[in-house]
């Protein structure tokens, strides 16, 4: 007899040395993957926050103002500068060619005015007026009408309101020693030049274009047409550019919520094919780990089975005799130690996502510990849960191996499904003694059993909560144990929808 028990204790250790090794290999390789460079990512904004607090109010207000995406981003890039320069062209447009062209005309158009009332004289007869009437409008676009005894009004000397008419009030007062008025408003498309005479008042009516320059108008038009043309070139490209960068990003997030998103064609900008070539190389490895594990895996199973199949027959056939029930309890603790160990590790890797019922999945697995005899209560679901892309076999799994750890220690289980547009939760409550917060943690690893504050006859090997929790993670979701109101423990499952 003490070679049996020698090989089964062994045997047992082996096993249990082999998932501790394999657990904390697995920690330490995800540890030196992960922490290498989130520690520089960390360094890099650790060096960018260490900075006055004015210059972080103002760089929090900069983020407030601009686009969250990346297309609105490269957008901006692009459309500041261009901006920019069309201010700066305006700028030196007004402050160069506005002003110089604005001096030209007003001075040439007051030496004409001049001009006239120099010919005119003091007192102009009646034949220097047609004279000068004819001249002015077959030359210099000009209509004269003299009124004679006529005097100009006093309300309607005021300083003309826009510039260019500022600009000729000035430029006729310079050249003119005689009362006069620019009225560039009460005629359209005409400007108003009344002059007083010793014996009259000239009315001449120029027409506008001899004082506004038409360049102006087709500078506006043609600034503003470029930057159109270019904002809508600039945009087409750059939904080319992001239209890549998304579809990875989707592909990504699919696969981590364990969604078969199809084959990635790496396409775009040479950086972004780069990516997805490595995210598609990524995913390629990670199944193969995947399936590697479950070939593996369901080797060993056969290997494992076949000693305690053989010490299961020895102790068969051995005579009653006192431990030999304690052996016979031992093999039976490490068939289920292995069973559970391959389930966990094997996982549910081969099963395809599909649109289901979340809501029937867990009613399924309400009703089964309800026929088993467990104090198992549901409230009513919402009713406009949409389908989720799980796989139904291992989140019926999970939901069974959570409701099954809670009815095991506690009287009455509650389950309750809340549901958003992002999440679904499944929550479960009982009135048990609970999880001391500092070691819920602790509880998710495999063969971890708090023995301390349970009861050693209720059964199983500590993987319940650990497949559960593997399960939901492999759907982009977590499992997390909370205080209940209940008075005892409450595991909440979040799923994204």
Partial sequence: MAVPNRETVSFKNSIILGCRVHQEVGIKQTTEISDA????????????????????????????????TLFGRALAII?????LMQAISTFVFYDRHWDVMTRRLVYSLSGDIALVV?????????????????????????????????????????EAVDQVGESLRRSIAAKLQRPFVVDTETVPKRIEVRIQFANGVLDASINRKRLYSSTSYVFVMWMVGSSLVLFAIAIIFMRNQIRPIRRLAIAARG????????????????????????FRQMRDRIRRQITQRTEMLAGVSHDLRTPLTRMKLQLAMLEESDGIDELRGDVSDMERMVEGYLAFARGEGTEAPIESDVVELVTDAVQQHRRAGMDVSMEQPPSNVPPVPVRPQAIQRAVTNLLGNAARYAEHVEVTLLHDSEHLEIIVDDDGPGIPEDN???????????DASRNPDTGGVGLGLTIARDIVRGHGGDLLLEDSPKGGLRGRISLPV
């Fill in 37 to 68: 460079p989130l520690s520089r990512k960390f360094a890099k904004l650790r060096a960018m926050t260490t900075s006055s607090p004015e210059t972080s109010t103002l760089t929090q207000a900069i983020k407030r103002v601009l686009p969250k």
């Fill in 79 to 83: 459309v500041t500068p261009l901006i």
């Fill in 118 to 158: 120099e010919q005119l004289g003091q007192m102009p007869d009646a034949e220097t007026l047609v004279n000068a009437t004819r001249g002015a409008r077959r030359h210099l676009d000009m209509v004269l009408v003299f009124r004679p005894d006529a005097i100009l009004e006093n309300t309607a000397q005021h």
């Fill in 255 to 278: 696969f981590g919520l364990g969604r078969d998103t199809g084959d990635l064609k790496p396409e775009g900008a040479s950086e972004v094919r780069l990516a997805g070539e490595a």
């Fill in 440 to 450: 819920r943690e602790e509880v998710f690893r495999p063969f971890h059993r708090l």
